[in-house]
């Protein structure tokens, strides 16, 4: 077994993810940035260079951070979802919404295929969708 002082923290090449939190230190006023903002205005556009720590600030920095915020309940004040665009930006955005469960209450398929539907309809997409499914609970609750 190797000892704590044979261990790099760093991964090399690639990004830090959310595991590697501990060893990830020293972008404390970035992170805290990042978390201001998207509590304020809930979306943050955070633009770079290729390999200068876009990914890792977020992975290893945000999400951590964001992920300690409870609601009242206990429950979990921010749900997470990473996605990389690929080609078809809008199925990989409904395939991590869907992957991890980050819209409570959306339970079938056609339920996300209507989240991608509201997605490609315009800026509003997924608030429209997310509203839609809020109603849809609350008449569901109320029957």
Same mark, same amino acid.
């Given at each position: %077994?190797?000892?704590? *002082?044979?261990?790099?923290?760093?991964?090399?090449?690639?990004?830090?993810?959310?595991?590697?939190?501990?060893?990830?230190?020293?972008?404390?006023?970035? @992170?805290?940035?990042? @978390?201001?903002? =998207?509590?304020?205005?809930?979306?943050?556009? &955070?633009?770079?260079?290729?390999?200068?720590?876009?990914?890792?600030? @977020?992975?290893?920095?945000? =999400?951590? *951070?964001?992920?300690?915020?409870?609601?009242? *309940?206990?429950?979990?004040?921010?749900?997470?979802?990473? %996605?990389?665009?690929?080609?078809?930006? =809008?199925?990989?955005?409904?395939?991590?919404?869907?992957?991890?469960?980050?819209?409570?209450? @959306?339970?079938?398929?056609?339920?996300? &295929?209507?989240?991608?539907?509201?997605?490609?309809?315009?800026?509003?997409?997924?608030?429209?969708?997310?509203?839609?499914?809020?109603?849809?609970?609350?008449?569901?609750?109320?029957?």
């Amino acid at each position: %077994m190797k000892q704590l *002082s044979e261990v790099s923290p760093y991964p090399g090449l690639r990004r830090f993810e959310r595991s590697d939190a501990k060893c990830f230190f020293g972008r404390d006023d970035n @992170v805290f940035a990042l @978390v201001s903002r =998207i509590v304020s205005s809930r979306f943050i556009a &955070l633009i770079g260079e290729s390999g200068c720590g876009k990914s890792s600030v @977020v992975r290893a920095g945000m =999400i951590p *951070s964001l992920k300690t915020e409870k609601l009242e *309940s206990g429950e979990a004040a921010w749900r997470v979802a990473v %996605m990389q665009p690929s080609a078809y930006p =809008i199925e990989s955005l409904r395939c991590a919404l869907w992957e991890k469960q980050a819209l409570a209450g @959306v339970a079938s398929l056609d339920e996300m &295929l209507f989240v991608a539907d509201s997605l490609r309809a315009g800026r509003l997409g997924l608030a429209t969708s997310r509203h839609a499914t809020f109603r849809r609970m609350q008449s569901f609750l109320s029957s």
